[in-house]
């Protein structure tokens, strides 16, 4: 069976609706990283990047959300799209992975959890954010799916940072964003988007954004730490 690790952030979730939609089995194994288990060594030996998520398939590591979604597809059969739009399909695994999640995830960074006020990098990271969002909308102007006629893995790729557009761009989230908000409504009315939300909810994470947790999650900030 897979163990998944997991912690509920915008790249385990794309994981969790993966699993939660094909009806895959797994074992969670949750990773506390505000506590900063995702650098003890059991974990580094399935991620050596020491971030979530990662699954092991019977011995197999795969890290990276991506290269997990990519992977479970493959071997599932499921949610891959088809032979004709794997180069189209790959092209929006990969604006995600190098783009969206990336910008989104500096964007809030610099905004919200930066030790100090960098007006330059906020505006930066905010803004390349907002034009990956506008590529996203303008491209979905006339489709229901990122990739030909099927929900697939590049939506639900997409879907886990979109669904925090309220904190990566601020007060008016989708509202700018027309195409894209009716894309991701009907992705997060699918029922399998409920039961992935409510993976990890009866354990007990830390919420608490303390000095330990920094450290935990930003050690290139505390080079004594080294």
């Known amino acids: 069976m897979i163990r998944f690790y997991f912690?509920?952030?915008?790249?385990?979730?794309?994981?969790?609706?993966y699993l939660e939609e094909t009806g895959t089995p797994y074992e969670l194994v949750p990773v506390d990283t505000l506590?900063?288990?995702?650098?003890?060594?059991?974990?580094?030996?399935?991620?050596?990047?020491?971030?979530?998520?990662?699954?092991?398939d019977d011995g197999i590591r795969v890290f990276d959300s991506?290269?997990?979604?990519?992977?479970?597809?493959?071997?599932?059969?499921?949610?891959?799209?088809?032979p004709?739009?794997?180069?189209?399909l790959l092209s929006w695994m990969m604006?995600?992975?190098?783009?969206?999640?990336?910008y989104s995830g500096q964007s809030v960074h610099f905004r919200h959890a930066a030790p100090e006020q960098i007006p330059y990098a906020a505006n930066r990271y905010q803004r390349e954010a907002q034009r990956h969002y506008e590529v996203l909308d303008t491209h979905l102007?006339?489709?229901?799916y990122l990739v030909g006629e099927e929900f697939?893995?590049?939506?639900?790729?997409?879907?886990?940072w979109v669904d925090k557009a309220g904190v990566v761009l601020g007060d008016a989230e989708l509202a700018g964003f027309p195409n894209l908000k009716r894309w991701f409504d009907s992705i997060n009315n699918r029922p399998a988007v409920a039961r992935a939300r409510a993976v990890g909810q009866d354990v007990p994470f830390q919420t608490e954004m303390d000095d330990a947790a920094r450290r935990?999650?930003?050690?290139?900030?505390y080079p004594e730490q080294a």
């Open 95 to 102: 604006f995600v992975a190098s783009g969206l999640g990336p």
């Open 141 to 144: 102007a006339d489709r229901t």
């Open 66 to 82: 991506n290269a997990i979604l990519l992977y479970l597809s493959e071997k599932s059969g499921k949610l891959g799209g088809t």
């Open 216 to 221: 935990a999650l930003f050690p290139q900030n």
């Open 35 to 56: 506590k900063g288990e995702q650098h003890k060594p059991e974990f580094r030996a399935i991620n050596p990047n020491g971030k979530t998520p990662a699954i092991d």
């Open 84 to 88: 004709e739009n794997r180069a189209e």
């Open 7 to 17: 912690h509920p952030r915008p790249n385990p979730m794309k994981v969790a609706l």
């Open 152 to 160: 697939s893995i590049a939506d639900i790729a997409a879907w886990g």
